[in-house]
């Protein structure tokens, strides 16, 4: 059946198919309408082209993984000033992607404002980590100067934070909208794995990543979260001595999700620090904004093992 003899020309959201190189094959007269399109003009065309910036890239990058992985790739885009949920599917033939699916779910305007706390949340995770490595790296715990600097710069961070959150929570009160989002939980533990598995081919650390074929949905922003436990690993990963061998896991557990990174060194357990016990701070607010709980345990025979539990979605 083609697309003119299907339902797609009569859906109410924007639909598009596009062959495995990302070539628009179809688009619906609601995706022509709503990203101005040039009808008539579409077939052939790269259908990141009809998007600019971060939502180009996210085009780009959703195609790849849907044709590599042959499973649906979900994410977030905002194209002038309406934001949209998009799933992309694979179109299947022999059990490789043939093509792919995307159809885009505008968000309501009270989400919309929800999307830009969560944009706004990205630059203030990403300063918390600067900080926090810099602490970690110059001994500023220990170090009273640079341990006072670091921590007036984190308590301020703190402030802005707490007026974004609060934007959110006015904004979700006011439009009955939950601030929680539902996340795919093995979508997102996929992310963190694919992202970890490059960073040890970069350093030459050995990495085994575990993860079940099915997770329940979890409570979180799930961009938000991937983006604070990809920047956790990478820095382990390159931070540690050579030989050192990691794990990334994930399970289901009392409703929600236990996601799990163990440090080993090539002679046994890593050694750190003093702080070993202390989660980084940036990763502790990312996971305690989403209702989740952080925890890291050093022991000299099993390794560092730092676990986020993430409350399951209602």
Request: aromatic letters at 6%.
């Amino acid at each position: 059946m083609s697309p003119g003899q299907s339902l797609l020309p009569f859906l109410p959201a924007p639909v598009a198919v596009a062959d495995p190189e990302g070539r628009a094959v179809y688009v619906n007269p609601e995706f022509v309408r709503a990203f101005d399109a040039p009808e008539g003009q579409v077939h052939g065309r790269p259908l990141a082209k009809f998007f600019a910036g971060g939502a180009r890239e996210a085009v780009l990058v959703a195609t790849a993984r849907v044709c590599a992985e042959v499973r649906v790739v979900r994410f977030l885009l905002r194209e002038s000033d309406a934001a949209y949920a998009v799933s992309a599917a694979p179109i299947e033939a022999e059990g490789a992607a043939v093509g792919l699916v995307f159809l885009f779910s505008q968000e309501p305007t009270g989400e919309q404002v929800l999307s830009f706390h969560r944009e706004i949340q990205e630059p203030i995770d990403d300063l918390a980590h600067c900080l926090d490595s810099l602490l970690e790296q110059t001994g500023g715990r220990r170090a009273e100067r640079f341990r006072g600097q670091v921590e007036e710069g984190l308590r301020a961070l703190e402030r802005v934070r707490k007026w974004s959150d609060e934007l959110r929570d006015f904004v979700a009160t006011r439009s009955h909208e939950p601030a929680a989002r539902r996340c795919d939980a093995l979508e997102l533990a996929h992310q963190v794995g694919e992202a970890a598995g490059g960073a040890a081919r970069r350093t030459g650390h050995a990495l085994e990543v575990l993860i079940p074929a099915t997770l329940p949905d979890v409570s979180c922003d799930g961009a938000r979260l991937s983006a604070a436990l990809v920047r956790f690993v990478r820095d382990r990963l390159e931070l540690a001595r050579e030989g050192s061998r990691f794990t990334w896991a994930a399970k289901a557990l009392g409703g929600g999700v236990l996601l799990s990174f163990t440090e080993m060194g090539s002679e046994g357990a890593l050694s750190f620090g003093t702080d070993d016990d202390t989660p980084p701070a940036a990763l502790s607010n990312a996971v305690q904004a989403q209702g989740g709980s952080v925890a890291r345990v050093a022991d000299p025979v099993a390794g560092v093992t730092t676990t986020v539990h993430l409350p399951g979605a209602e």
